[in-house]
């Protein structure tokens, strides 16, 4: 699977627009996979970030015993 990278906006008919370029390298009727990433808010990144804070808080080196299971 080869990846094309580009930036572009949701249109008012909910359709994204690829480059023509870009489309120009996608076989016509091929199935392609997508994945849309999107900016996130300052909220989110900050409960994301407490909550990787917290969970490895609570981590011993003495649970590292269970690795070797």
Same mark, same amino acid.
């Given at each position: 699977?080869?990846? @094309? %990278? $580009? %930036?572009?906006? /949701? ?6 627009? !690829? &480059?023509?370029? /870009?489309?120009?390298? +996608? &076989?016509?009727?091929?199935? #392609?996979? !997508? +994945? !849309? /990433? !999107? &900016? ?7 409960? *994301? *970030?407490?909550?990787?804070?917290? $969970? @490895? *808080?609570?981590?011993? &080196?003495?649970?590292? #015993?269970?690795?070797?299971?």
């Amino acid at each position: 699977m080869k990846a @094309l %990278e $580009f %930036e572009t906006k /949701l249109g008012a008919d909910a359709n994204l627009r !690829v &480059p023509e370029d /870009l489309a120009a390298q +996608i &076989p016509a009727e091929e199935a #392609v996979r !997508v +994945i !849309v /990433l !999107v &900016p996130e808010n300052q909220d989110e990144a900050d409960w *994301r *970030r407490l909550t990787h804070e917290q $969970f @490895l *808080r609570g981590y011993s &080196p003495d649970d590292s #015993v269970y690795d070797a299971l």
